[in-house]
T-cell receptor
Framework: GESVGLHLPTLSVQEGDNSIINCAYS??????FIWYKQESGKGPQFIID?????DKRQGQRVTVLLNKTVKHLSLQIAATQPGDSAVYFC?????????????FGKGTKLTVNP | ETGVTQTPRHLVMGMTNKKSLKCEQH?????MYWYKQSAKKPLELMFV???????ENNSVPSRFSPECPNSSHLFLHLHTLQPEDSALYLC?????????????FGPGTRLLVL
C-alpha cells in the first residue's frame, strides 16, 4: 500500500485565515519530506522541504512541521490568499530496495474563499 | 515557469496509434523523470534517467517506451495504449538524480486514449 497519505482530501478556508494541511506517512526510515503545490493546468511546484533531523522549517508564509514520533507531517500557510488555491501533495523519500525515489500522497485540494 | 517544457499539452489518440511525448529542460540538470498522474491517485513514478542512462523503470508496461538522447531531452513513445492509460503525464528534472533534491516539473501532457 501507499506509504504516504493525507488526512483530508479537501479543505476550504476563508481568505486571510491560516490553513493547515496534514499528511501521514508509514515509513519510519524516510528521511526527507517535501510539499508540492499543483495549480490547475500546471505541474507540481516545490514549496518547502524538511529533513528528518529537523522538526520545523519556515519559509515565506509557509511552515512545515514534522513529528517523527507519530509519523505526521503538516503544512501551515499563514494568511491564506486566493492564489493559494491548489492541490497540495506531500512526498517522502523511499530508500527501500536500494532505490531512492519520491513517494507522493494523493493530495489535498485547498479552496480559498474570498 | 519552471524551466521544464512539455509538448504537446493535450493529446487524443486511438488504441492503435503511435505517438510521442516530448520534454525539454533548460535548467542544466542531469536527471529527468516521467510520472503518471491519474485522477484520485498519487503521482506514479514511471522512469528515471540519470546522465542519459535509465536508472529506474517502475514496472511500466512495454507500450510505454522512454528515450533520453541527452540530458536536456526526454521522450515517451506510446503505442497500442489502453483507455486506462488516459492521464496527465508529467516530466520532471533535478540536478543529479538524488532523492534529496528538488524536482522541477513541467506542465504535463493531458492524454486521452479512445
Amino acid at each position: 500500500g501507499e506509504s504516504v497519505g493525507l488526512h483530508l482530501p479537501t479543505l476550504s478556508v476563508q481568505e486571510g485565515d491560516n490553513s493547515i494541511i496534514n499528511c501521514a506517512y508509514s515509513n519510519s526510515a524516510s528521511d526527507y519530506f517535501i510539499w508540492y503545490k499543483q495549480e490547475s493546468g500546471k505541474g507540481p511546484q516545490f514549496i518547502i522541504d524538511i529533513r528528518s533531523n529537523m522538526d520545523k522549517r519556515q519559509g515565506q508564509r509557509v511552515t512545515v512541521l514534522l513529528n517523527k514520533t507519530v509519523k505526521h507531517l503538516s503544512l501551515q500557510i499563514a494568511a491564506t490568499q486566493p492564489g493559494d488555491s491548489a492541490v497540495y501533495f506531500c512526498a517522502e523519500t523511499d530508500t527501500q530496495g536500494g532505490s531512492e525515489k519520491l513517494v507522493f500522497g494523493k493530495g489535498t485540494k485547498l479552496t480559498v474563499n474570498p | 515557469e519552471t524551466g521544464v517544457t512539455q509538448t504537446p499539452r493535450h493529446l487524443v489518440m486511438g488504441m492503435t496509434n503511435k505517438k510521442s511525448l516530448k520534454c525539454e529542460q533548460h535548467l542544466g540538470h542531469n536527471a529527468m523523470y516521467w510520472y503518471k498522474q491519474s485522477a484520485k491517485k498519487p503521482l506514479e513514478l514511471m522512469f528515471v534517467y540519470n546522465f542519459k542512462e535509465q536508472t529506474e523503470n517502475n514496472s511500466v508496461p512495454s507500450r510505454f517506451s522512454p528515450e533520453c538522447p541527452n540530458s536536456s531531452h526526454l521522450f515517451l513513445h506510446l503505442h497500442t495504449l489502453q483507455p486506462e492509460d488516459s492521464a496527465l503525464y508529467l516530466c520532471a528534472s533535478s540536478a543529479w538524480g538524488g532523492a534529496w533534491e528538488t524536482q522541477y516539473f513541467g506542465p504535463g501532457t493531458r492524454l486521452l486514449v479512445l
